[in-house]
């Protein structure tokens, strides 16, 4: 069962795209039909299959988890003890415990299932720029 680690590096919070790499390592596997699993080794990102045509999407997005989940020095936050890491940092695991740290993709016709505006994106929860750890295995 065909296995990798993609490292994706970001800028801060965002939604950061990389269906390409994915798509080519399934590509060079060879296989016609499988299921890919997508997973990130953090806990203050997450994954996730959205929009990749309008850019206003996921502006919209960061946007949203932003109102939802403020920064712990907001006074809506004011309940939050984990701040040794920034005022960022526990609003992220939140993040990251609302949405997907994995995701299955299946392949078809040696391709990624994905609709024709779908795109897999990791969506960095953290205020500085990271380096994010991404495992891809297919198991056919």
């Known amino acids: 069962m065909p296995q990798t680690q993609l ?5 801060g919070q ?3 795209e990389f ?3 994915v798509a080519e390592f399934v590509r060079r596997q060879g296989v ?16 996730l299959v959205q929009e990749n045509a309008d850019p206003d999407v996921q502006r919209d997005l960061k ?17 939050v003890t ?10 992220a695991h939140i993040k990251a415990a609302l949405m997907a740290v994995s995701l299955a993709i299946p392949v078809t016709a040696g391709r990624l299932a994905l609709g024709t505006w779908q ?7 953290r205020d500085r720029p990271h ?8 198991s056919p």
């Open 131 to 138: 380096s994010r750890n991404v495992v891809l295995h297919l």
């Open 32 to 47: 016609e039909e499988a299921l890919l699993t997508v997973f990130v080794r953090h806990t203050s990102c997450s994954l």
């Open 7 to 11: 490292t994706i590096q970001t800028r």
């Open 119 to 125: 795109g897999i994106y990791l969506f960095e929860h």
């Open 63 to 79: 946007t949203f988890f932003s109102r939802l989940v403020p920064p712990s020095d907001a006074p809506s936050m004011a309940w």
């Open 14 to 16: 965002g939604l950061y």
């Open 19 to 21: 269906t390409d790499e």
């Open 82 to 91: 984990h701040t040794m890491e920034g005022p960022d940092d526990m609003p």
